[in-house]
């Protein structure tokens, strides 16, 4: 008879293998308690944007909420360690499990289901001119620098301390500074 852990092992294996490169999963980012500043974080940055773009009936309070949002999301900036602008183009489902020194520069786009790791830079400057690009699901591991107009594939994975100066195939890994690349197959359905 297998144990609890061993029936759940396979479980978790293939849901990190379905995790979606086009569609957010909003779940991902939902606060489940109080005291979860990186959540928090993202949560100003969406409601400042929600009300940014409000066309309806209550446009005229507008500032008032948007100014709320803001004093939000400098609360939680400072109380992160993070430095993600709040005009930042991010799609859903990001993920910052450790967001102390996250600097996100404001041209740089976002894609779905993507994580950031602790001191992880976004940031113009490298080769290429321009600002990163990430496509969907993209794990960026821990003090990694993604410098200049380069562009990350669906489902890459960039390795603590790494430093992309070029672009990243899908599915596939970058370690090393400068970084070097290393295919990985997509897993089979």
């Given amino acids: 008879m ?3 852990v061993e029936e759940l092992t396979p479980i978790r294996a293939k849901a990190a293998d379905e995790i979606s490169s086009v569609v957010s999963d909003w779940e991902r980012e939902r606060p489940r308690q109080f005291w979860a500043p990186s959540r928090r974080l993202l949560r100003s940055i969406r409601k400042y944007q ?3 773009d409000y066309k ?3 446009r005229l309070l507008g500032p ?3 100014r709320r949002w803001v004093i939000s999301h400098r609360f939680w900036s400072v109380v992160c360690g993070a430095d993600i602008p709040i005009n930042s183009q991010i799609d859903g489902g990001l993920l910052l499990p450790h967001p102390v020194g996250v600097v996100v520069h404001p041209s740089a786009q976002i894609g779905p289901n993507c994580l950031l790791n602790a001191n992880v830079v976004l940031g113009v400057g490298g080769k ?3 600002h990163p690009i990430l496509e969907g699901h993209v ?3 821990a003090g990694a620098c993604i410098l200049g107009g380069v562009r990350l594939g669906e489902h890459s994975v960039v390795g603590a301390n ?4 070029g672009d990243v195939p899908p599915f596939s890994t970058a370690v090393g500074a400068p970084a070097r690349i290393i295919p990985r197959r ?3 359905p």
């Fill in 128 to 130: 290429l001119p321009g």
């Fill in 162 to 165: 790494a430093v992309v100066l």
């Fill in 186 to 188: 997509p897993s089979a």
């Fill in 139 to 141: 794990d960026i591991g």
């Fill in 56 to 58: 309806g009936p209550w």
């Fill in 50 to 52: 929600s009300w940014r």
């Fill in 2 to 4: 297998a144990t609890f």
């Fill in 64 to 66: 008032v909420f948007r």
